[in-house]
């Protein structure tokens, strides 16, 4: 009797372990084991990468920020893929849950952030010009001098807009005239508000005739994600912006500036104004033209520039322009594009603009340079001023330190 007391009670003991182990077994199958590093310290306008371990080509992931030190604001999805990539203005601890699904299993982690004040106070303005190419046009030597390199005008350039304050102007000159731009810090692309502001020329009243209308800019921007310091080729995103989708802007427009020859004879078109056949244009419309040249026979086409043709393509927008009386050539109405353009309405630009070349939003942590390229040519005729609407550049400011400090956002 006692030896079946006792082998029951083993069995039931064996059964009962079988059955705990197995219950154990299934529950661990359905967890997804997550590998993340449990605290993380960065400085403040650092782009911080969070990396987490990969559980597979099908998984689902959702980050939630579960702590906010500035707003308070919680529970606020983040980001969708494996990794995270979080840049903080404000110091403070910030916390995040990682939930990863796929299929019926489960897994969910948490870390902290320690976000510190930056060491050294950043420019909230451009610290740095990484090229200067203005097109063809009356004032693309305004800031050469005999003897200058291209590197001699960059550092003049650069003099004039890098607090924004002297009030200057950089003239890119016709369509595809560009200059590309560079903090010293990564700007923040914050959800929800503009981030960065363009600095260009006068588009107030836009229902006055200007004797000199600004062209709208076309933005690109980088963020150097190789922390090499400057912009490659592969990092450049379009902004989007109000004339982007538009019927009449015109993709893959180009145009080609041909210089004349040394010692080849200027032709003169009138003896009482002296307009000269400078700068023969083409461009893939089939419309021929020239730059003329005024009286004061200033150089139009870039004085350091080896090459004698160069071409530009991309993007072309339309601005409306026009005489303001019939017969006249001196004072034009344009319509400035609403916003997401240097020399827009509204100056103020959203890193969450930006797109790839298939029209993806890019999804940017921030930026660390811009490049402005014009994007509108209109022949101007008889107002001596070039062939197309020059753009002009006086800089960028980062919205969120000139807000975090309390600093000036504009330079009028």
Known sequence: MKKNVTRFLLLAFAFTFIGCSSDDKDENA????????EKYETPTFTVLDITASDAGATAKYEWIMTKNPVNAVKDSIVGDTKDLRFTAIYAGSYEFTLNVTDANKKGSKST??????????????ITKIFDFDPAPGMFANDLYKEGNSKEDVMKTALGRINETNVGYLLDLGGFGGSIVVGFDHTVVNVP???????????????AVAKANPPAPGLLFVAYDKNKNGKPDADEWYEIAGSQHAKSTTVKNFKVTYNKKAAGEPLVTSSALWTDYEHVYCENNKEEKYYLARPRGKKEFYPIWAAQTSVSYEGLKLDVDFKTARAGQTTLWYSTPPEWGYANAINPD???DWAIDKNGNKANLPGIDFIKVVNCVSEPMGLCQ?????????AGAGDLHILKKYNLKQDNK
Request: proline letters at 4%; aromatic letters at 10%.
């Open 30 to 37: 359905n967890v997804i084991d997550i590998t993340l590093q």
């Open 385 to 393: 001023q070039q062939s197309s609407m020059a753009t002009v550049f």
């Open 192 to 206: 929800g508000t503009n981030d960065f502001r363009i600095y260009g020329g006068d588009v107030t009243n836009p």
């Open 112 to 125: 902290i952030v320690m976000v510190v004040n930056e060491v050294s106070n950043f420019n909230p303005y």
């Open 349 to 351: 630009i959203d890193i």
